[in-house]
């Protein structure tokens, strides 16, 4: 019994550490240049798969942006071409004004309007911060330069002036808005120009501790854009784009109460 144990140790001893023949050497030198070929053309695949996998995730993230920026485009394009079949609505984009500029290298670009004051605009103080030299289009395609008069950062109102030319201008409503009131916003949101949409009133505001808030569609561009009653009387001016609790955006605008203080502080 003990005999057999130990011969079966041997043997497997020898089956284990069995000296190798020459030729098996010749053998693994031969075959192992294949085998690292191999392991690099696996590894270089793989790294391949893995730029693919990213630059498809980056074109699908970068198409799904776009695709949103584009049915924002289509909405509000189609809901203005809708408005502005009312002719009184559509007369009011003569007011209308794309502001622009350049500040620290960087193209600012967002909304205002004219005044019934010959000259005068108004838009968003932030819009021409920082800004050399301001310039606006009006919906007829004259391009103006327009310097700054007046600023004042709390309010988020800026004034401009023209000296060539004239724009026909609006009247800033005089009483308080009312809840539930219908609006129409006209502006440049999203690179488009003198688009219009239309929402109510949600909140009327009452000065810099609570800005007015409508239901009206405002993007990037919409600053400085005229919040108007059915009259065409301007009750706001846009300023910045919020959400709801409900999770429903919504604009944010400067009441006409504010407004017609900054003016008269700027003796208009």
Do not use: C
Request: overall charge negative; aromatic content about 6%.
């Amino acid at each position: 019994m003990t005999n057999k144990k130990k011969d079966s140790i041997e043997e497997l001893y020898d089956e284990k550490y069995e000296e190798p023949e020459p030729e098996d050497f010749l053998e693994e030198e031969a075959e192992s240049p294949k085998k690292r070929k191999k392991k690099k053309g696996k590894r270089a695949g793989v790294r391949i798969a893995a730029i693919g996998i990213a630059m498809l995730l980056v074109f699908q993230s970068s198409y799904l942006l776009f695709d949103g920026f584009r049915l924002d485009s289509l909405r509000l394009l189609q809901e203005s071409n809708t408005i502005f079949q009312n002719e009184e609505v559509e007369s009011w984009k003569d007011s209308i004004v794309t502001v622009q500029g350049q500040a620290d290298g960087q193209e600012k670009r967002g909304t205002g309007f004219a005044l019934q004051e010959d000259g005068y605009l108004l838009t968003n103080q932030h819009v021409v911060e920082g800004v050399d030299q301001i310039g606006v289009y009006s919906e007829d395609g004259e391009w103006r330069e327009a310097s700054l008069i007046a600023a004042d950062p709390e309010k988020d109102l800026a004034l401009l002036q023209i000296e060539e030319g004239s724009i026909p201008g609006l009247s800033i409503k005089e009483s308080a808005a009312g809840g539930g009131e219908e609006i129409y916003v006209i502006g440049n949101p999203l690179r488009l120009t003198w688009i219009a949409s239309r929402g109510e009133i949600i909140t009327p505001g009452s000065g810099p501790e609570e800005r007015m808030i409508i239901s009206a569609s405002v993007f990037n561009g919409s600053s400085g854009s005229p919040v108007l009653n059915e009259t065409g009387d301007v009750e706001g001016i846009v300023f910045a784009r919020g959400t709801e609790e409900s999770g429903e955006a919504v604009g944010i605008a400067v009441e006409a109460e504010t407004i017609n203080e900054f003016l008269e502080e700027n003796g208009l």
